[in-house]
């Protein structure tokens, strides 16, 4: 932004705060507080952005949020600002304007120009009486996780002091975010492990199924050497009840535990898993993602990364498919994930163990979980297009 200019405070602060001193340690000491309890991270950057308009002396504000990409900042709350405003920007660009140049330099900006983001946004949610837009980073380690913004009714500088603490809550703030970021992480890795316990489990059963069915096997030949043909009809049977008892069990180990989930999310299992459709088939795959936050529980995110792996699976199998496009998108209150190919299409007569319809079976079982549906269009000859649908769980929490 050409006419932003930054304020960088100094090292410490050159005059005496005196009685500010103590409540600026009582907002640190609630930031600590907070942190050590199992407070809801975005309500907490909420609420200490009514702290930061106050000590600014501000007339509204906004906290945003790095989107999963890594691209935008997503906001989480909102004061002072009307509902059109706080709709239009749900989403900015991270290197947009007064944020990038905080976002950029892990410092306070200012920017003496507030009607350069009316140009960025096409509204006229300032007024007048805004002089001036402070950007303050959320950052851990170096690493930028959000921004705060302060509109002000004044252009001067915000005093050392403030400018001090703002940093002080930034970096508290920051840590926060980090910390959840881990334990998000964390949970997926102890759902993949609870995951690959029970699929040990159906490991072990198969086992005991398989020596099942070697005993009855040596029955069934004894019986057809003393041509005791009903004893011998009978372990037949025991021995087909346990084939498809063995192939249930390995028809789901397959189906949910194939490929393990990156414990870093969804987007990097996503490409993960179509690295690998590459390297064993010549199918061409793309991907376009649009949704630009991807907002999901670790077990929605499981769900989802099965369907699509299913979903590559029959292709491989069934589809005699060049091409592959897996797209993600974000509408109103729901995910879409599309999987379409160019093949022969969908097989109406397919019924078989393992064939396609049972891995659409598969998948319409897991969106159910997801609150979902799965919808496919068959294209005989043509392609097949099988999209996922579900409701995304609301996120975004903003003040008034």
């Known amino acids: 932004m050409k006419h932003a200019h930054s304020h960088t405070p100094a090292a410490k602060p050159t005059r005496d705060v005196g009685g500010y001193k103590i409540p600026a ?14 407070t ?8 200490f952005l009514t702290t930061m308009i106050k000590l600014a002396g501000a007339h509204a504000g906004a906290v945003r949020v790095l989107t999963a990409d890594g691209s935008h900042l997503r906001l989480v709350g909102a004061i002072g600002l009307p509902p059109e405003v706080i709709e239009r920007e749900q989403l900015t660009a991270l290197e947009c304007g007064v944020c990038g140049m905080a976002a950029r330099d892990h410092t306070v900006h200012a920017s003496h120009a ?34 705060y913004n302060l509109f002000m009714a004044t252009d001067k500088p915000i005093p050392e002091d403030v400018s001090l603490l703002f940093y002080s809550i930034s970096e508290h703030l920051g840590m926060a975010l980090e910390n959840v970021r881990l334990t998000r992480e964390n949970m997926r890795v102890t759902l993949t492990n609870e995951r690959q316990m029970l699929a040990n489990e159906i ?45 249930s069990g390995l028809r789901e180990l397959l189906a949910q535990f194939r490929q393990r989930m990156d414990p870093r999310g969804l987007l990097p299992a996503l490409q993960d898993l179509m690295d690998g459709f590459r390297k064993k088939t010549d ?17 929605q995110e499981v769900q989802v990364f099965h ?11 069934h589809s005699h498919a060049r091409h592959v496009r897996l797209s993600i998108e974000k509408s109103g209150g729901d995910y879409s994930v599309t999987v379409d190919d160019d093949g022969i299409g969908l097989d109406s007569g397919d019924e078989s163990p393992g064939g396609m319809h049972f891995g659409l079976n598969i998948m ?14 068959n294209r005989v000859g043509v392609g097949t297009s099988v999209r996922l649908k579900f409701p995304a769980a609301s996120y975004c929490k903003v003040g008034a």
Not at 25 to 38: G, Y
Not at 40 to 47: K, V
Not at 367 to 375: K, P, T, V, W
């Open 283 to 299: 199918i061409t795959i793309e991907f376009a993602n649009s949704a630009r936050d991807i907002n999901l529980t670790p077990d």
């Open 364 to 377: 319409r079982e897991r969106a159910q979980r997801l609150g979902g549906e799965i919808a496919v269009d």
């Open 40 to 47: 809801d991270l975005e309500q907490l950057l909420e609420r």
């Open 203 to 247: 490991h072990d059963s198969l086992a005991q199924t398989l020596a099942y069915m070697k005993m009855r096997l040596a029955l069934l030949s004894d019986a057809m050497r003393s041509h005791d043909d009903a004893l011998a009809g009978k372990y037949l049977n025991d021995v087909d009840d346990a084939m498809e008892s063995a192939y």
């Open 25 to 38: 340690l009582r907002v640190l000491s609630e930031i600590a507080a907070n942190l050590s309890n199992d």
């Open 307 to 317: 369907i699509v792996q299913e979903a590559l699976n029959n292709i491989y199998k």
């Open 114 to 147: 507030p009607h350069v983001c009316k140009e960025k946004t096409a509204l006229n949610f300032f007024g007048d009486a805004c002089k001036n837009v402070v950007a303050v980073p959320l950052q851990h380690k170096g690493k930028v996780m959000g921004v």
